[in-house]
């Protein structure tokens, strides 16, 4: 694990915030940090897209998730464990929140 550092337009900074943190998409203090349960369904959708698969409406309140490609789904899975672990584990180590988180 390493720590790099990122150069970002401030609207990006802004947007990342205001999406991940105000709005809660990240919940829990360090070195807590997670996906917010909320939202997990619909990540976890987003994965299927962006491994192939679809999304559409059934209605109010209802997804039609055709599945992706299993092996990507699996590897984006991993990454977000394997993200969520370093962040919490180096904030933990420092002691506040010092890398974003995702």
């Known amino acids: 694990?390493?720590?790099?550092?990122v150069?970002?337009?401030?609207?990006?900074v802004v947007f990342m915030h205001k999406?991940?943190?105000?709005h809660g998409a990240v919940t829990g203090t360090p070195p807590n940090v997670i996906i917010n349960p909320k939202i997990r369904l619909l990540v976890?959708?987003?994965?299927?897209?962006?491994?192939?698969?679809?999304?559409?409406?059934g209605?109010?309140?209802?997804?039609?998730?055709?599945?992706g490609a299993a092996?990507?789904?699996s590897e984006l899975k991993k990454m977000e464990a394997d993200c969520t672990t370093t962040v919490n584990t180096i904030n933990a180590q420092v002691g506040y929140s010092y890398v974003m988180e995702f």
């Open 44 to 57: 976890d959708a987003l994965y299927e897209v962006l491994a192939g698969g679809t999304v559409s409406s």
């Open 71 to 73: 092996s990507v789904v």
């Open 59 to 67: 209605g109010p309140g209802v997804l039609n998730i055709a599945s």
């Open 7 to 12: 150069h970002l337009a401030s609207d990006s």
């Open 1 to 5: 694990m390493s720590t790099v550092a």
């Open 19 to 22: 999406l991940l943190i105000t």
